[in-house]
């Protein structure tokens, strides 16, 4: 028995609303997934220090500035300019490497400086004040992370 003419349609147009829906969404997910770009990339000295207060590592990393709004992720990247033999996590050699970060709603700033690892990442959680950023660095993996001391973000020298 043939179908009628109007269920044939209705079909199609299910379909069609089912693709635009799914391209709608899947654009509109990428877009809230992938760094914005606010204000101005600027270069800050970055000094890590373990929890004795030495210093572990310095570098040079490049990020927007101010941040974005929180939720929104930004990308930016960071050159290794010294490390101490104590620093924890083997295997960093003097390099440029990218990060990933974002604004979290309490206002504080995540950065992930081995952005886009999953495991064994070295990540910053710090506060903005006064065109620096303060606070503790961890050593994440998937079993758990640890705090290894803090650092500071200021803006490099002219």
């Known amino acids: 028995m043939k179908s009628p003419?109007?269920?044939?349609l209705l079909n199609s147009l299910?379909?069609?609303l089912l693709a635009v829906?799914?391209?709608?969404?899947?654009?509109?997910?990428?877009?809230v997934?992938?760094?914005?770009?606010?204000?101005?990339?600027?270069?800050?000295?970055?000094?890590?220090?373990?929890?004795?207060?030495?210093t572990v590592m310095q570098a040079?990393?490049?990020?927007p500035w101010p941040p974005p709004p929180p939720g929104q992720p930004f990308s930016g990247a960071w050159s290794l300019q010294q490390l101490s033999p104590a620093f924890p996590v083997k295997g960093w050699t003097p390099a440029h490497f990218n990060l990933g970060g974002s604004?979290?709603?309490?206002?504080s700033v995540y950065i992930d400086l081995s952005?886009?690892?999953?495991?064994n990442n070295d990540v910053l959680l710090g506060r903005p004040d006064h065109g620096e950023i303060?606070?503790?660095?961890?050593?994440?993996?998937?079993?758990?992370?640890?705090?290894?001391?803090?650092?500071?973000?200021?803006?490099?020298?002219?």
């Open 14 to 16: 299910a379909l069609i």
């Open 103 to 107: 604004v979290q709603t309490d206002g």
């Open 33 to 54: 997934n992938s760094p914005v770009k606010t204000g101005r990339v600027v270069a800050m000295d970055a000094i890590l220090r373990d929890k004795a207060g030495q």
């Open 21 to 31: 829906i799914f391209v709608g969404c899947s654009e509109s997910s990428s877009k």
């Open 134 to 158: 303060v606070g503790e660095w961890k050593y994440l993996s998937f079993a758990g992370g640890n705090v290894m001391g803090t650092f500071i973000l200021k803006p490099a020298a002219p």
């Open 60 to 63: 040079s990393i490049k990020l």
């Open 5 to 8: 003419p109007t269920l044939g």
């Open 115 to 119: 952005y886009p690892i999953m495991d």
